[in-house]
């Protein structure tokens, strides 16, 4: 069990949990774990939160791939883009995943997009944001896994 100074520390260790540090201020538990939303959807925004999924993040941390070669490889070969295979890319600014922010996040979220908004998402815990986000989470990562 973390102390709160453990806690802080460790989710400041810019290796891992990077995101997670920004929309992950305050020791409590989430919303998704007590407001009762389907299993599926909360395990899949838990997951998402914790950095556990198969973007390139992720992926290259196992292989030793330098963070900045951890690369979405659809933005580079659709626009000779290197950006990096993040959370926030996959969750608002891929191409790859259109049809899915279309279909579950496009339909009731109509704000910006920057990284600002990313953490905003992630950490409210506004019932009705905590559901949507979960159920676009859910299927966003779908996607991400079918590749
Ligand atoms: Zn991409």
Redesign the pocket.
């Known amino acids: 069990m973390y102390s709160t100074l453990d806690w802080q520390t460790a989710i400041e260790t810019p290796s891992r949990c990077y995101h997670y540090n920004n929309f992950k201020s305050l020791l409590t538990v989430e919303k998704n774990l007590t407001m009762g939303i389907q299993f599926q959807y909360g395990i899949a925004i838990s997951k998402f939160r914790l950095s556990n999924h198969r973007l390139n993040i992720e992926l290259g941390r196992y292989n030793n791939v330098p963070k900045e070669n951890r690369i979405?490889y659809?933005?580079q070969q659709s626009n000779n883009a290197n950006?990096i295979?993040c959370e926030y890319?996959a969750f608002f600014k891929?191409?790859?995943y259109d049809i899915v922010r279309q279909s579950y996040l496009f339909i009731w979220y109509v704000h910006g997009t920057e990284r600002l908004d990313f953490y905003a998402l992630l950490s409210s815990q506004h019932p009705e944001i905590v559901k949507y986000v979960s159920i676009y989470i859910y299927h966003l990562m779908n996607a991400v896994n079918d590749i």
């Open positions: 979405c659809f933005c950006i295979d890319h891929c191409d790859k």
